[in-house]
C-alpha cells in the first residue's frame, strides 16, 4: 500500500469501529469499550476529528468508579460474542463494567489530544478525574512505589511470561464450565491457552466474591505481580498530567509526591540476574526473569538504565518489525501466540517516542520499521515479528490510530 491507500484505511477502519462516543478495539473479538485501546483511538482521532478525540476520553472517564478506579472495559451495549460480559463481572460501576484496571495511557492521550485541539472546558474535568485515578493507582496498586495488578488482563499484556510463575501457584478448582468467545474469533494457536483461561476467569469470580474490595485484595489477592509495563507508563502518565496542570489552572502537587514514589518503585523492578527491568511477583519476590516489550518501555517512562540499550539492539536485530513482546532467545517465544511473541505497533509506538525523546536514533528506526509494517499487512490486533504477518483481530483500531499518530503522523488525511 502506498502511504495515501495506508492513511486512508486508518480511517475507514477508525470509523468502522466508531460507536458514536466510543470505538471498539475490533468488532466481534472486543465488542465494547476498553481502556488503553481508547487512548490510543483518542491519539488518532485528534489527527483528524479532535472534537471526536475529545468525546472518546469523556465516555471512557464516564465509567470511572467512585473510588478513583478506571474499568479496563466498558459494556456499554449488550452484546453476546465476548465473555467473560457483565453478568461475570458483577461490578456496580455508573456504566455495566469490569472490575480491574488498565495501563493509564489515557493520561499520555489527554496531553496529546490537547496539544492538537486545547479545550479548556473539555479537559479540565477530564484532567481532574485522570487525577483521582492516578491517587487510585497509588493507594491501592502500589507496593514500594512500583504498580502491581491483579489480573494479567490488568497488565494489558494478557498472557506475558510475566505471569507465569503467579499463574502456575493458583489451582483454579471450582472454575467449572465456561464457553471461551475469543477462538470463536481467532485462531486458538494466536490466543491464550486453556490453562491460562481457567485462571483469568478463576480470578474474576473470586475478586467479585470479595466484593471488588480493593483495599482487601492489596493483602489477600492470590495474584500480585508487580509490572513494569504500567509502572512505566504510569510514570509517563504522571509526567504528562503535571505538565498540562498549569495550562489549566490545576495544582499538580500532590501528583508530584505520586510520581517520585513510582519512579522509586521502577528502579526496584531491575532483575540484576538478567541485566533489566523485570516483573516481581509480590507474594513471592521472584522476578520472572524475562526480557519483555514491557522492559523497553523504561525511556518512555523516564528511568532508563545501561544495559537495556544492549537488549534492545540484540532484540531488534532478532526483529525486523520493532520490539517483540518476548525476546526471541527466550524458550518460551512463540511467534504468533498474543504476548508471548508477537509485535505489536502500539508498543513500538510508546517505546520508539521514548527512545526518540532521550535522543537515541532507535527511535526513528523503529517508527520506519512499523511505517513499513503497516503498508504492508494493514491494520491487524499484532504480528508475526519474524515476517510481518498479521496475526489475532483485524481491522483493528489501535494500529489505525498509531498511522495517524506516530508512524505516519506527518501525512496529509484525505
Ligand atoms: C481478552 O478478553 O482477551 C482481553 O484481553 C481482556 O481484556
Given at each position: 500500500?502506498?502511504?495515501?491507500?495506508?492513511?486512508?484505511?486508518?480511517?475507514?477502519?477508525?470509523?468502522?469501529?466508531?460507536?458514536?462516543?466510543?470505538?471498539?478495539?475490533?468488532?466481534?473479538?472486543?465488542?465494547?469499550?476498553?481502556?488503553?485501546?481508547?487512548?490510543?483511538?483518542?491519539?488518532?482521532?485528534?489527527?483528524?476529528?479532535?472534537?471526536?478525540?475529545?468525546?472518546?476520553?469523556?465516555?471512557?472517564?464516564?465509567?470511572?468508579?467512585?473510588?478513583?478506579?478506571?474499568?479496563?472495559?466498558?459494556?456499554?451495549?449488550?452484546?453476546?460474542?465476548?465473555?467473560?460480559?457483565?453478568?461475570?463481572w458483577g461490578c456496580a460501576g455508573p456504566v455495566p463494567s469490569s472490575g480491574i484496571t488498565q495501563p493509564p495511557v489515557a493520561m499520555t492521550a489527554l496531553r496529546a489530544v490537547w496539544g492538537a485541539a486545547p479545550d479548556l472546558g473539555r479537559a479540565g474535568p477530564l484532567w481532574d478525574a485522570m487525577a483521582r485515578w492516578a491517587a487510585w493507582f497509588a493507594r491501592h496498586r502500589t507496593e514500594g512505589g512500583a504498580v502491581f495488578v491483579t489480573h494479567p488482563w490488568e497488565s494489558g499484556r494478557d498472557n506475558a511470561p510475566d505471569w507465569d510463575g503467579a499463574m502456575a501457584a493458583i489451582d483454579p478448582a471450582g472454575v467449572g464450565d465456561y464457553v471461551r468467545r475469543d477462538t470463536g474469533h481467532v485462531d486458538a494457536s494466536m490466543r491464550p491457552t486453556k490453562a491460562d483461561?481457567?485462571?483469568?476467569?478463576?480470578?474474576?469470580?473470586?475478586?467479585?466474591?470479595?466484593?471488588?474490595?480493593?483495599?482487601?485484595?492489596?493483602?489477600?489477592?492470590?495474584?500480585?505481580?508487580?509490572?513494569?509495563?504500567?509502572t512505566f507508563i504510569l510514570m509517563r502518565g504522571l509526567r504528562d498530567l503535571i505538565a498540562l496542570g498549569p495550562a489549566l489552572g490545576r495544582d499538580a502537587a500532590a501528583l508530584e509526591g505520586i510520581?517520585?514514589?513510582?519512579?522509586?518503585?521502577?528502579?526496584?523492578?531491575?532483575?540484576?540476574?538478567?541485566?533489566?527491568?523485570?516483573?516481581?511477583?509480590?507474594?513471592?519476590?521472584?522476578?520472572a526473569g524475562a526480557v519483555t516489550s514491557a522492559a523497553f518501555l523504561c525511556w518512555y517512562g523516564g528511568a532508563a538504565r545501561g544495559g537495556m540499550d544492549a537488549h534492545l539492539a540484540r532484540v531488534?536485530?532478532?526483529?525486523?518489525?520493532?520490539?517483540?513482546?518476548?525476546?526471541?532467545?527466550?524458550?518460551?517465544?512463540d511467534a504468533r501466540r498474543y504476548w508471548r511473541g508477537p509485535v505489536?505497533?502500539?508498543?513500538?509506538?510508546?517505546?520508539?517516542?521514548?527512545?526518540?525523546?532521550?535522543?537515541?536514533p532507535a527511535g526513528?528506526?523503529?517508527?520506519?520499521?512499523?511505517?513499513?509494517?503497516?503498508?504492508?499487512?494493514?491494520?491487524?490486533?499484532?504480528y508475526d515479528p519474524r515476517d510481518g504477518a498479521p496475526a489475532g483481530g483485524r481491522s483493528f483500531t489501535w494500529p489505525a490510530a498509531v498511522w495517524l499518530s506516530w508512524a505516519h503522523a506527518e501525512g496529509a488525511i484525505p
Open positions: 500500500m502506498d502511504p495515501d491507500a495506508c492513511t486512508a484505511m486508518a480511517v475507514e477502519t477508525m470509523r468502522r469501529n466508531d460507536r458514536g462516543a466510543y470505538t471498539v478495539p475490533t468488532a466481534g473479538l472486543y465488542p465494547y469499550q476498553w481502556n488503553w485501546d481508547s487512548a490510543f483511538a483518542a491519539m488518532g482521532f485528534a489527527r483528524f476529528d479532535p472534537a471526536r478525540a475529545w468525546t472518546e476520553l469523556e465516555t471512557l472517564m464516564v465509567g470511572q468508579w467512585a473510588d478513583g478506579m478506571v474499568p479496563h472495559i466498558l459494556f456499554h451495549e449488550a452484546d453476546d460474542g465476548y465473555f467473560p460480559g457483565p453478568e461475570v483461561y481457567d485462571r483469568y476467569v478463576w480470578l474474576v469470580r473470586r475478586a467479585r466474591d470479595e466484593g471488588w474490595d480493593a483495599e482487601g485484595m492489596r493483602g489477600r489477592h492470590p495474584f500480585r505481580v508487580a509490572d513494569p509495563g504500567t510520581a517520585d514514589d513510582v519512579a522509586a518503585g521502577a528502579a526496584a523492578l531491575w532483575n540484576p540476574e538478567i541485566g533489566c527491568f523485570d516483573a516481581r511477583d509480590l507474594r513471592t519476590g521472584a522476578f531488534l536485530d532478532a526483529a525486523p518489525y520493532g520490539v517483540p513482546s518476548l525476546d526471541p532467545a527466550d524458550a518460551r517465544f505489536w505497533p502500539f508498543m513500538n509506538q510508546m517505546i520508539g517516542t521514548g527512545l526518540t525523546e532521550a535522543g537515541l526513528e528506526r523503529l517508527r520506519g520499521v512499523t511505517r513499513d509494517l503497516l503498508a504492508a499487512s494493514g491494520m491487524a490486533e499484532y
